[in-house]
């Protein structure tokens, strides 16, 4: 099954304002204050999960969790040189997942009311099949290190604070080059307070920020129209906004624009490939990261079904699985099953040491879970989904691996791929790189692909450098229909022959 897994978001599209009760729904927590105010904030009681989950288990389900979440996100958008759009949306609700052995039962509501969520309940216990007497449960608080403080709330501020960071960055590319048309920019920013509870008893919160600022840069030369998207996001507050980051994002929307006009279409062929640091990583998202995941080889439907514990690259090669960066944008305090996040190496010294778990593929493995179950929000439930992820450091400079190839193509930028996850084999579509002759960067190269096999691929990798980069880009990664928030990395890495696709 082939899927498209990695996209780049340039925004939210959806408006309208979500009203419960007549009023939309105050939003004043944070992670300081106790539980019982963020029970107020969602309007539940001890008593009221207790119930829910005990109406959940009622049909002898061995699992069951009750995930609630209330989303307030905000888009603006600069189209001919205006502001000419802004959306604002509140997302609320709560799910209800059961699990019995294999299976799962999920059932959601807009509305959290003691009955609908309990029918709520009741539908998910369905998956279960005969009565069960139901424990006494303690309601018992847990807390987790925090990876995103936030200094400004984007609630705390208006519409009026986020405009000229826009407009901004729009007149600086224009004032950077006479070629550039048009600048279309987009910043979204998102408060989600996360409320989880479940049969073992664990109550535990989270607020997470996310924002994202991007633009595409259009020129024309000569009758010839090229384009650039960069983006930056985090989870972080209104802090993110500064005049650095608006000339970060502006020099390169320009450069990059720029060097398109002088780019070819190389010849395509089997030959070396140095993938560049930082957005390359998606070599290890898609050909690679999603193989990992336990539920594709739990199925035995992953070419790595049966290669755990065994030597699969280099023995220079650590492959991770990372939550717990400060900020990022695929960082999580605890995943969607209430497993607190971790580094994770999936592969040490070669050798594929963990699969990406949530909690079912791990007591199916029975081994610890790894903070990977996640869900694109309360409608959906959790499955095991990447984080960020990235291959850690080498030791050889970037220039000696360029040096190395006598002909072969540099890549820098990705914009999407796909990978067929039974045998492994996988498309990128490249925007950006150059050409290698005798050990030299000479000509820019555009819109090729690279084709190749994830395994294959990991073992062909000779060389990898010491200039590790996490991309901070838009990227979300979508799976059963569901779209996270991720990110990857790459050092420099020389795979040693992939099939590009460029000219004849």
């Known amino acids: 099954?082939?899927?498209?897994?990695?996209?780049?978001?340039?925004?939210?599209?959806?408006?309208?304002?979500?009203?419960?009760?007549?009023?939309?729904?105050?939003?004043?927590?944070?992670?300081?204050?106790?539980?019982?105010?963020?029970?107020?904030?969602?309007?539940?009681?001890?008593?009221?999960?207790?119930?829910?989950?005990?109406?959940?288990?009622?049909?002898?389900?061995?699992?069951?969790?009750?995930?609630?979440?209330?989303?307030?996100?905000n888009n603006l958008s600069l189209r001919d040189n205006t502001v000419s759009k802004a959306a604002s949306d509140v997302d609320f609700g709560m799910g209800v997942r059961v699990v019995s052995g294999d299976r799962t039962g999920y059932a959601y509501t807009e509305v959290i009311t003691l009955n609908d969520m309990l029918k709520a309940a009741r539908t998910a216990a369905g998956i279960a099949d005969e009565n069960a007497k139901i424990s006494s449960i303690n309601v018992n608080e847990k807390t987790f290190a925090n990876r995103y403080p936030v200094e400004k709330k984007w609630e705390d501020i208006t519409?009026?604070?986020?405009?000229?960071?826009?407009?901004?960055?729009?007149?600086?590319?224009?004032?950077?080059?006479?070629?550039?048309?048009?600048?279309?920019?987009?910043?979204?920013?998102?408060?989600?307070?996360?409320?989880?509870?479940?049969?073992?008893?664990?109550?535990?919160?989270?607020?997470?920020?996310?924002?994202?600022?991007?633009?595409?840069?259009?020129?024309?030369?000569?009758?010839k129209i090229e384009n650039w998207y960069a983006g930056r996001s985090f989870r972080k507050g209104v802090e993110f906004l500064t005049d650095a980051l608006v000339e970060d994002l502006a020099q390169e929307a320009v450069r990059k624009t720029s060097l398109m006009f002088e780019a070819i279409v190389p010849k395509?062929?089997?030959?070396?490939?140095?993938?560049?640091?930082?957005?390359?990583?998606?070599?290890?998202?898609?050909?690679?990261?999603?193989?990992?995941?336990?539920?594709?080889?739990?199925?035995?439907?992953?070419?790595?079904?049966?290669?755990?514990?065994?030597?699969?690259?280099?023995?220079?090669?650590?492959?991770?699985?990372?939550?717990?960066?400060?900020?990022?944008?695929?960082?999580i305090n605890f995943d969607d099953e209430g497993i607190e996040s971790q580094k994770t190496f999936l592969v040490r010294e070669g050798v594929l040491t963990s699969y990406i778990h949530d909690r079912i593929s791990a007591k199916h493995y029975n081994v610890a879970p790894t903070g990977n179950g996640r869900r694109e929000s309360f409608r959906h439930a959790p499955i095991p989904r990447m984080r960020i992820t990235y291959m850690e450091n080498g030791n050889i400079p970037e220039s000696d691996i360029i040096a190395s190839?006598?002909?072969?193509?540099?890549?820098?930028?990705?914009?999407?791929?796909?990978?067929?996850?039974?045998?492994?084999?996988?498309?990128?579509?490249?925007?950006?790189?150059?050409?290698?002759?005798?050990?030299?960067?000479?000509?820019?190269?555009?819109?090729?692909?690279?084709?190749?096999?994830?395994?294959?691929?990991?073992?062909?990798?000779?060389?990898?450098?010491?200039n590790l980069k996490i991309d901070h880009s838009t990227w979300t990664c979508g799976k059963d229909g569901q779209g996270v928030p991720v990110s990857q990395g790459l050092p420099s890495a020389l795979v040693k022959k992939l099939t590009v696709g460029g000219t004849n």
């Not at 419960?20 to 107020?40: L, P, R, W, Y």
């Not at 990583?281 to 080889?297: C, K, P, R, T, W």
């Not at 190269?445 to 000779?462: E, M, W």
Request: glycine share 10%.
């Open 268 to 331: 395509g062929g089997e030959m070396p490939v140095v993938m560049a640091a930082g957005s390359s990583g998606i070599l290890l998202h898609e050909a690679i990261g999603h193989s990992f995941e336990a539920d594709f080889n739990r199925k035995e439907t992953s070419i790595f079904s049966d290669k755990y514990g065994k030597q699969i690259c280099d023995r220079s090669i650590n492959i991770v699985d990372d939550g717990i960066i400060p900020n990022n944008r695929g960082s």
């Open 1 to 73: 099954m082939k899927r498209r897994d990695f996209v780049k978001n340039s925004g939210l599209t959806t408006i309208g304002v979500m009203l419960f009760n007549n009023k939309i729904f105050a939003q004043k927590t944070e992670n300081e204050k106790n539980m019982s105010e963020i029970m107020k904030h969602f309007g539940v009681s001890d008593a009221d999960l207790k119930k829910v989950i005990a109406e959940a288990m009622s049909r002898g389900g061995s699992y069951a969790d009750l995930y609630f979440e209330n989303t307030s996100s």
């Open 159 to 223: 519409i009026r604070h986020k405009i000229p960071y826009v407009q901004k960055l729009n007149d600086r590319i224009f004032e950077l080059d006479p070629k550039v048309s048009k600048v279309n920019v987009n910043l979204s920013d998102s408060s989600s307070w996360i409320m989880f509870f479940n049969s073992e008893g664990q109550l535990s919160f989270d607020y997470r920020p996310m924002v994202s600022l991007s633009v595409v840069c259009i020129m024309e030369k000569d009758g």
């Open 405 to 466: 190839v006598k002909n072969g193509i540099y890549v820098d930028t990705f914009s999407n791929g796909q990978v067929e996850i039974g045998a492994g084999d996988f498309t990128f579509f490249v925007k950006s790189g150059y050409l290698i002759e005798n050990g030299k960067l000479t000509q820019p190269v555009k819109d090729i692909n690279i084709i190749g096999n994830g395994p294959r691929a990991l073992a062909d990798i000779t060389m990898i450098g010491n």
